[in-house]
């Protein structure tokens, strides 16, 4: 498998001998090739985004409200996109973390 390069702010010398060797969802592992002969891995730590206040407010507002189904429908989506200015992606992602997290399972202990 061929290694891609990744573009890098280490330092301009090493900008060509920059080679992705992991690629996972939080991290990303690297090597870098230093005269030809040596070679350091370097982990960076891709940084996590979050919603502003505003946009948890309206998410949460929606989910709330509509807790006994809590799944938007195709037209709601599009108005909490345009409220919000966050992609359906995410939206989506939001809505399923959010179900895992905020709804309890019903147990039957009788």
């Known amino acids: 498998k061929k290694k891609k390069s990744l573009d890098l702010p280490i330092n301009s010398i090493y900008d060509n001998n920059v080679n992705v060797i992991k690629k996972k969802k939080k991290s990303i592992s690297v090597v870098v090739n230093s005269n030809g002969k040596n070679f350091n891995f370097v982990k960076f730590n891709k940084k996590r985004n979050f919603f502003n206040r505003d946009v948890t407010v309206e998410l949460n507002r929606w989910f709330y409200t509509n807790l006994d189904n809590p799944y938007p429908s195709k037209s709601e989506k599009k108005m909490l996109i345009s409220k919000t200015n966050i992609t ?3 939206l989506e992602t939001w809505f399923i973390n959010a179900r895992r ?6 147990s039957n202990d009788n």
């Open 88 to 90: 359906k992606k995410q």
């Open 101 to 106: 997290r905020k709804t309890k399972p019903i």
